[in-house]
């Protein structure tokens, strides 16, 4: 009978066929009280899986981000049983994890509101303290599709007809209560716990299409314990504070229009930040020696087909048919292009690794559901860059780009980064011996970073292995953005080849690398970590200047005029309003200085200084005010 090999390295025998609740009694009691799900092998299964054969095993509990997902899950099919309790005549239809929580699709007639949405919830808790039993079974595929149209439960029985006829019907029961699942789950409802909280309730087509049903989708956020849930809420409250659309607005930067949707509308002071953005980056690029180029928006048909984006992103791409029948697509991504560029001439090993960075503007469609602000939109530009090198090179470029991409992460106030490792997928292209060299220089360069970091077995790019960095902001968020892939496959299918030193021609090994990802997305991220507070050298408008009262205008112009000759983005404000009012608006859209002039500035030739938050005032010669900012307003760059 089986012996069960635990993560210590330590076996335990047992002479019957076992499952994991005997195996967390044998390991200890507490363990036994703690445990959610266990992990066979690799796979997580029910505690009361059996287990009939020797087997690696590990008992997860809240502790484990595997146990907090799961206990996730079980709040979503508890939602579901807390509505359908309350509104019988409600139709459930997915309830999958999200991260720090969960959400359930609803088909009702009547719109759920706040009332509805407490009620809900303490019918939830309700179902915690009855600690409903949960049980797993598997029907005939043909029996549950009977069965929920019998119920009234279509919705489920479309989802269990798109079933391929291989994979078993898993249903999951709480008690009476029965919901199409994978699993795992928790062994009962009171497992979960009450550190939960539903949050909101919004719109979402059946399936994503909207030809379909609009379903309402309430969301809940699920923790260990109150102290986490409270932490949480607090975030939450805090990100409300800073979200990026309501202080675009306060500092006229930037809005949407229904006429072009996910495409932004950049003012002058959004579009300013834009370029600096822009420019800082120019600078660190030139330093690391990247060449910069620009490729076509729109591109024959033929291109993408030839690249195999067709193929995978053809839905998402937008098109158009010339008057000669030819068809054009406005470009996903700028790999294609940029290639094309690497094309043109000869090329040496001794040209290698040439570095084309691009500020390239992509368009990709995107649901509109799915658009939120200037963190998923349609039209973005993305700060891309294509390394060509030989095999031999690929350790060294991944050190320098990932050295970049951490180095620029600090200049912009990013201290927590996060690395994620994604190595071979079962389905590739390339010889192995690539990938090894592939993997092993993408490691080597994260465990020089000293980071922390994940690996994602399995979840690389079929054309080669991947890191991403992760940003975590001022309250605990975290974010996805930079991105560094090494391609073994599209220079092959585009004809990409260099002359190596015996005379031969070869296949270069092409880089994808990006610092921000999408300079729409970061702008909207740095605007949510500084809550608008931007560090002086990136802030769209510095410092305004404001007369007293009209008799110091020209005194006013003078300061505007010196300051905008030192190159400072500055403003002067010669309304008739009073002092306090324009301090209050200037606060409002986050204007990091104040010069403010009267009677003493102007005998004195100096300007008193207000800083964004602070009610301090400091008082400084014109001269030495223009001086000791000119020195802040640089780029960070080395």
Not at 425 to 432: A, I, S
Request: proline share 4%; with cysteine.
């Amino acid at each position: 009978m089986p012996d069960i090999k635990l993560p210590d390295g330590k076996k335990i025998p047992f002479t019957q066929k076992i499952d994991g609740f005997e195996i967390s009694k044998k390991i200890s009691k507490s363990l036994a009280k703690e445990a959610c799900i266990m992990k066979v092998n690799g796979e997580l299964k029910d505690l009361n899986f059996s287990i009939n054969k020797d087997a690696q095993v590990k008992i997860i509990t809240l502790k484990d981000k595997e146990g907090l997902e799961v206990a996730r899950h079980d709040a979503a099919h508890v939602l579901a049983m807390a509505v359908q309790e309350l509104f019988p005549k409600t139709q459930v239809t997915i309830g999958p994890v999200i991260e720090d929580g969960f959400y359930y699709d609803f088909s009702r007639k009547e719109p759920f509101n706040d009332e509805d949405l407490k009620k809900i919830e303490n019918k939830m808790k309700e179902i915690v303290d009855r600690d409903e039993l949960t049980k797993r079974e598997v029907w005939k595929r043909n029996d549950a599709i009977k069965h929920f149209k019998k119920i009234g439960e279509h919705y489920k029985a479309e989802i269990i007809e798109d079933i391929p006829q291989n994979e078993e019907v898993s249903i999951y029961h709480h008690g009476k209560w029965h919901d199409l699942c994978r699993g795992p789950h928790l062994p009962s409802t009171g497992k979960i716990g009450k550190a939960f909280k539903l949050t909101k309730v919004s719109g979402a087509y059946w399936r994503g299409d909207s030809n379909n049903e609009m379903l309402q989708r309430i969301y809940g956020t699920c923790w260990r314990n109150k102290k986490e849930l409270d932490e949480h809420v607090l975030r939450l409250e805090e990100a409300e504070k800073r979200d990026h659309r309501k202080l675009g607005k306060e500092m006229d930067l930037f809005h949407f229009r229904e006429e072009s949707p996910g495409a932004v509308f950049w003012h002058h002071k959004g579009w300013t930040l834009f370029q600096t953005l822009i420019g800082y980056m120019r600078e660190k690029q030139k330093k690391a020696g990247y060449k910069e180029i620009n490729t076509p928006e729109i591109l024959d048909k033929t291109l993408w087909e030839q690249s195999g984006h067709w193929e995978k992103f053809g839905d998402n791409m937008y098109t158009s048919e010339t008057p000669d029948k030819k068809t054009f697509a406005i470009k996903p991504m700028n790999c294609p292009g940029c290639i094309q560029v690497f094309n043109q001439g000869l090329k040496s090993y001794r040209d290698l690794p040439l570095k084309l960075s691009e500020f390239g503007k992509v368009h990709r469609y995107e649901p509109s559901g799915a658009l939120q602000g200037l963190l998923r939109v349609r039209a973005f530009t993305q700060d891309d860059a294509h390394i060509f090198c030989t095999e031999d090179q690929i350790t060294d470029e991944c050190l320098s780009v990932t050295n970049l991409i951490l180095e620029i992460y600090k200049d912009l106030g990013f201290k927590n980064v996060l690395l994620q490792f994604s190595d071979r997928p079962q389905k590739r292209v390339g010889d192995d011996g690539i990938w090894d060299k592939a993997e092993s220089a993408l490691l080597k360069a994260i465990k020089q970073s000293k980071l922390k970091y994940e690996i994602n077995k399995g979840e690389g790019a079929f054309y080669g292995p991947k890191i991403d960095f992760v940003l975590r902001d001022t309250i605990g968020r975290d974010w996805q953005c930079g991105t560094l892939q090494v391609d073994l496959n599209l220079p092959s299918r585009l004809g990409a080849t260099y002359i190596a030193s015996d005379g031969s021609k070869k296949i270069p090994v092409m880089l994808h690398r990006a610092l921000f990802g999408s300079l729409e997305r970061f702008i909207g991220i740095l605007i949510e970590h500084y809550a608008g507070k931007l560090p002086l050298w990136l802030a769209p408008l510095q410092i305004v200047v404001l007369p007293i009262t009209q008799e110091f205008d020209n005194y006013a112009k003078k300061i505007f005029e010196q300051c905008k000759k030192a190159g400072i983005n500055t403003e002067v404000d010669l309304k008739n309003q009073k002092i306090n009012y324009k301090i209050r608006e200037y606060s409002l859209s986050k204007t990091p200085l104040l010069f403010i002039c009267g009677k003493k500035e102007l005998k004195d030739k100096s300007v008193t200084i207000r800083r964004l938050g602070s009610t301090e005032q400091e008082t400084l010669s014109l001269e030495k005010a223009i001086s000791k900012i000119s020195q802040k307003n640089k780029f960070p760059v080395n």
